[in-house]
């Protein structure tokens, strides 16, 4: 056997394992890239669940935000609007004609001691308050007070006005009635 033809049959068997190589190649790279494929759809599928279900939490949080937020605009609608609804009970008394305003103040001092007390009361109702109040009271003109007045007998001090009546004194009574009467419950 020649050289040459050893040398042929080295490159023919080297052919052929590089053959064998060359299918054994291919099919490896053939079967990575199906194991790449179907680990690519895997995570797609996965990542799509994953998604699905973060997008559902966001949705309900959205979803409870939004009933939040809506019932607290609600809540302050309302409150807004018995709060109108005091400021103009408010207003109203404290524009009363002279006669029916007197009634009010005259009702108010009913049940209070008429020995050396004063009464601070709205500049704009001193001759209102006058007309209704004994001679026992000493009556002082007061600018911050706009309807009522204030009593003051030694250390005890009465706030009559209308003012801590609406918004104070009798303001859960008065909400609950406008909040029924403006049926908000």
């Known amino acids: 056997m020649s050289l040459s033809d050893i040398l042929a049959k080295i490159l023919e068997e080297a052919q052929q394992q590089m053959s064998l190589l060359d299918g054994e190649y291919a099919q490896k790279m053939t079967d990575a890239e199906a194991q790449a494929e179907a680990d690519y759809q895997a995570q797609c599928e996965a990542l799509e669940s994953s998604f699905a279900a ?13 009933r939040r937020e809506t019932s607290v605009s609600s809540m302050q609608a309302k409150q807004d609007l018995i709060a109108k609804a005091l400021q103009a009970l408010h207003d109203r ?14 009702a108010l001092l009913a049940p209070l001691s008429q020995k050396s007390a004063k009464l601070m009361v709205p500049t704009a109702r001193l001759e209102d308050t006058q007309a209704v109040a004994s001679g026992a009271f000493e009556i002082q003109a007061d ?23 609406i918004f104070s004194e009798y303001k859960d009574e008065l909400t ?10």
Request: charge should be negative; include cysteine.
């Open 143 to 165: 600018e911050a007070l706009t309807g009522g007045f204030v009593f003051h007998q030694g250390g005890t001090t009465i706030d009559s006005s209308f003012q801590t009546l």
């Open 93 to 106: 008394l404290c524009g009363l004609p002279a006669d029916e305003y007197q009634t009010v103040v005259k």
């Open 54 to 66: 973060t997008n559902e939490q966001l949705q309900k949080k959205m979803d409870f935000l939004l």
């Open 176 to 185: 609950a009635f406008f909040a029924q009467k403006l049926q908000l419950v």
